[in-house]
């Protein structure tokens, strides 16, 4: 069965950090994209940042650069969201994803793209 685990969420401060981490099992998603969406209450799930097999295609949703970095754990198959001056309009679930299939350099910021999914890390800012 294949899995994505995230983990790493909380309660900070605003201007905190926080780190998530994206666990894979099952299989193993090298010359996979993987990417982190979120979602508000109330709102719809949102691109956030998303790398390629090879760590050195990444893509961010404008609000979240020179904030957050996503990195990647070839290796490990893992794609941490190192998140940095976090505010309180990032408080959402965060959802770790791998794409469909072996994308190669191509990295996308539509989750049609990806097939493969987390339950999700709370991660709250307090002002």
């Known amino acids: 069965q294949v899995q994505l685990v995230e983990s790493g969420g909380g309660l900070v401060q605003a201007g905190g950090s926080l780190r998530l981490s994206c666990a894979a099992s099952g299989r193993t998603f090298s010359g996979y994209a993987m990417g982190w969406f979120r979602q508000a209450p109330g709102k719809e799930r949102e691109f956030v940042a998303a790398i390629n097999w090879s760590g050195r295609i990444t893509r961010y949703t404008d609000s979240v650069k020179g904030r957050f970095t996503i990195s990647r754990d070839t290796a490990k198959s893992t794609a941490p969201l190192q998140m940095n001056d976090l505010k309180p309009e990032d408080t959402a679930i965060y959802y770790c994803?791998?794409?469909?299939?072996?994308?190669?350099?191509?990295?996308?910021?539509?989750?049609?793209?990806?097939?493969?999914w987390g339950q999700g890390t709370q991660v709250t800012v307090s002002s």
């Open positions: 994803a791998a794409s469909t299939w072996n994308s190669g350099s191509i990295v996308r910021a539509q989750s049609t793209f990806y097939g493969y």
